[in-house]
């Protein structure tokens, strides 16, 4: 990882300090600098910004970006043809928000704050007046506004009006005038993802396109995951935030925690996003883009050749089998994990298909995701994760805000707390089993009652599930993440009681070292070589060994090709991790001598300072 919020500005080859008074070189690390020599440069300023790679490879392409609200709106002039059809498109999205308010004000819980009734249909009025329904429309008559641009500067200005107001009620009324219309354009945006892309997307032809933003929440990331950018760079973000898991699993090059990115460049400036070194280049020079072409030629080179051990299996030097599995967000990237030569899913993130959405989705929308998994991977394990809900990962509906949500009542807390929601997903996970190997994984997992709560809740639903006569696996392994420190110290009645143990290390050092994995601020103190972060894991290991249980690690580092003759030296022998990083451990594994590793390993272990990897 690189130096991390720094820029730098250089202006016709020249070195200038930069915004934040920094000095950098005039090219990046490695640029080709010969190459000046035979082409003067033009005097255009390239800036280069420095933050952590959060996902490899480079990516060349026009920067879209995004507002401080992710959910950022396209600006674009509507052709005369089109004009009533964009003012229909705004009149039904508003039409749409407003019937939902009025819906959910007439269908709230009896124990429902009976506030929370009155700012709804306050919510509802504000839709239904003048200004916020009929005025952009004239916006998008007499100024050919695209529907999201029509609304967002109409709300700008009645927002504006309320806030200047007296009366503090009225004055509070401009937050609501927000909401409202954030509303609105997430009903507008369900039309097409592609939206975000906007008129640059239409100006710039085929160029690949690069998402900025100052940050992207996981939940924004699957709005735009059907949008195909090419990189992503963010001012917030931590290398294993949910973010960066997310950029990961699309496949895409991502540099985050950049600080100023978004106030750097500008929509349509051609940016350079170098993965492999956490640099994101704005309007860089003929010769650096030269530079740059020609890495990601050889890049893909690379991973071309790599392709080839999709089939050998991982096998150390001296004879040790490791286990290759792949993490997963979505079902469709089953594909990809076998692809990779993924010998199973080892952990399916289930989440993900709860969010960005107002309803549940119920037992059938949930049994044919899990199923097509288990189906794809024809007869390979399927470690499917419960609901691991809350901190970065809100569910779009919840009311609440937890004062620490990274300690509230996250995952398997939230599970237990909400028993319908967790049976129906039990459920539909147990009748996937009917098409192949299920394992059902457990997060968050601190407390033996939290074990023995799960397994009754398991029980119950198979019970209610063959009651009705519907098939499923005789035997289901259920398994817990070890992600909090408490369960990796105590590791033993948990290795009783569970047949699998799996440790995120990406949970398991933010609470070990008190680190937010999200905050940038502190990604220097996210440290996966602290002593106390290697000695819970090999006491998980150790343990799950004498107890006869398979441990794996599914969290980041697993996936992080210079930790892995770490990982063999602690004795682990089965790994998860996204595709794309599949290929690069398992060429490492097969050039590794498992019993040398272990005991350079042992040897550091219990040393005050962390390890150095590369001296394994
Ligand atoms: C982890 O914490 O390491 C993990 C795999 O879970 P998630 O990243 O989804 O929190
Ligand atoms: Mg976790």
């Known amino acids: 990882m690189t130096t991390r919020q720094s820029?730098?500005?250089?202006?016709?080859?020249?070195?200038?300090?930069?915004?934040?008074?920094?000095?950098?070189?005039?090219?990046?690390?490695?640029?080709?600098?010969?190459?000046?020599?035979?082409?003067?440069?033009?005097?255009?300023?390239?800036?280069s910004l420095h933050g952590l790679a959060a996902s490899r490879g480079y990516a060349i392409g026009r920067a879209v970006v995004l507002g401080a609200a992710a959910?950022?709106?396209?600006?674009?002039?509507?052709?005369?043809?089109?004009?009533?059809?964009?003012?229909?498109?705004?009149?039904?999205?508003?039409?749409?928000?407003?019937?939902?308010?009025?819906?959910?004000?007439?269908?709230?819980?009896?124990?429902?704050?009976?506030?929370?009734?009155?700012?709804?249909h306050v919510h509802a009025m504000l839709l239904a007046d003048p200004m916020l329904a009929q005025e952009p429309l004239t916006l998008i008559r007499e100024r050919h506004y695209n529907?999201?641009?029509?609304?967002?500067?109409?709300?700008?200005?009645?927002?504006?009006q309320f806030a200047a107001m007296e009366d503090e009620y009225l004055r509070e009324r401009a937050t609501d005038v927000q909401q409202v219309i954030e509303r609105v354009l997430q009903v507008l945006s369900g039309r097409s993802p592609l939206m975000l892309a906007g008129a640059g997307q239409a100006s710039l032809d085929s160029e690949p396109l690069v998402v900025v933003a100052h940050d992207i929440?996981?939940?924004?990331?699957?709005?735009?995951?059907?949008?195909?950018?090419a990189a992503f760079a963010t001012d917030l973000g931590g290398a294993t935030s949910h973010t960066a898991i997310v950029a990961r699993s699309l496949g895409v090059p991502a540099v985050v925690a950049l600080g100023h990115v978004r106030t750097l460049a500008r929509d349509g400036d051609q940016l350079i996003i170098d993965g492999e070194a956490g640099v994101v280049l704005v309007n860089p020079s003929p010769k650096v883009l030269r530079d740059y072409r020609d890495r990601q030629t050889a890049y893909a080179a690379e991973r071309a050749d790599l392709a080839r051990l999709k089939d050998t299996p991982a096998i150390t030097l001296d004879g040790i089998r490791v286990?290759?599995?792949?993490?997963?967000?979505?079902?469709?990237?089953?594909?990809?994990?076998?692809?990779?030569?993924?010998?199973?899913?080892?952990?399916?993130?289930?989440?993900?298909?709860?969010?960005n959405r107002r309803d549940l989705p119920?037992?059938?929308?949930?049994?044919?995701?899990?199923?097509?998994?288990?189906?794809?991977?024809?007869?390979?394990?399927?470690?499917?994760?419960?609901?691991?809900?809350?901190?970065?990962?809100?569910?779009?509906?919840?009311?609440?805000?937890?004062?620490?949500?990274?300690?509230?009542?996250?995952?398997?807390?939230?599970?237990?707390?909400?028993?319908e929601l967790f049976a129906t997903q039990l459920r539909a996970i147990l009748r996937a089993s009917a098409h192949g190997p299920v394992r059902i994984l457990l997060p968050m997992v601190a407390h033996m009652h939290e074990v023995r709560a799960s397994l009754h809740a398991i029980a119950a639903a198979r019970e209610s599930l063959e009651q009705n006569g519907v098939v499923l696996a005789p035997h289901v392994e259920v398994g817990a993440m070890v992600e909090i420190p408490a369960i990796a110290i105590a590791i033993e009645p948990f290795a009783e009681s569970l047949d699998f143990l799996s440790i995120g290390t990406n949970d398991l050092i933010q609470?070990?070292?008190?680190?937010?994995?999200?905050?940038?601020?502190?990604?220097?103190?996210?440290?996966?070589?602290?002593?106390?972060?290697l000695r819970l894991i090999a006491n998980t290991i150790n343990v799950g060994?004498?107890?006869?249980?398979?441990?794996?690690?599914?969290?980041?580092?697993?996936?992080?090709?210079?930790?892995?003759?770490?990982l063999l030296g602690l004795g682990l022998t089965q790994f998860s991790m996204h595709s794309q990083q599949l290929l690069d451990v398992k060429r490492e594994i097969l050039e590794a001598h498992t019993n040398a590793l272990r005991t350079k390993v042992a040897a550091v272990l219990n040393r005050a300072e962390p390890i150095d990897p590369s001296s394994l």
């Open 147 to 160: 529907a999201e641009w029509a609304l967002t500067a109409q709300g700008q200005l009645v927002g504006e």
């Open 545 to 566: 060994a004498r107890y006869g249980r398979s441990v794996s690690v599914c969290g980041e580092m697993a996936g992080d090709v210079s930790l892995t003759r770490l």
């Open 323 to 355: 286990g290759l599995q792949a993490n997963i967000e979505w079902p469709d990237e089953a594909a990809a994990a076998l692809a990779a030569g993924a010998e199973g899913i080892g952990l399916f993130r289930s989440e993900f298909l709860f969010m």
């Open 71 to 120: 959910l950022e709106v396209s600006h674009y002039r509507v052709a005369d043809d089109d004009i009533d059809a964009e003012c229909q498109r705004l009149t039904h999205a508003i039409t749409v928000a407003r019937e939902e308010f009025a819906r959910l004000a007439d269908n709230l819980p009896a124990d429902a704050p009976r506030e929370i009734q009155g700012l709804l």
């Open 217 to 229: 929440s996981p939940a924004d990331m699957v709005k735009l995951r059907g949008a195909r950018f």
């Open 362 to 419: 119920g037992e059938e929308e949930q049994y044919q995701a899990y199923a097509a998994v288990v189906k794809a991977m024809a007869g390979r394990p399927v470690t499917i994760r419960t609901l691991d809900i809350g901190a970065d990962k809100a569910l779009d509906d919840e009311a609440t805000v937890a004062t620490n949500p990274a300690l509230g009542e996250r995952a398997i807390r939230y599970c237990l707390a909400r028993p």
């Open 7 to 47: 820029a730098s500005l250089v202006l016709g080859g020249e070195t200038e300090q930069s915004s934040r008074g920094l000095l950098r070189p005039k090219v990046p690390p490695d640029a080709d600098d010969t190459a000046g020599a035979r082409d003067p440069e033009p005097l255009t300023a390239m800036l």
């Open 511 to 533: 609470y070990t070292l008190a680190i937010d994995r999200a905050d940038p601020d502190v990604a220097s103190l996210y440290d996966p070589l602290h002593p106390a972060v």
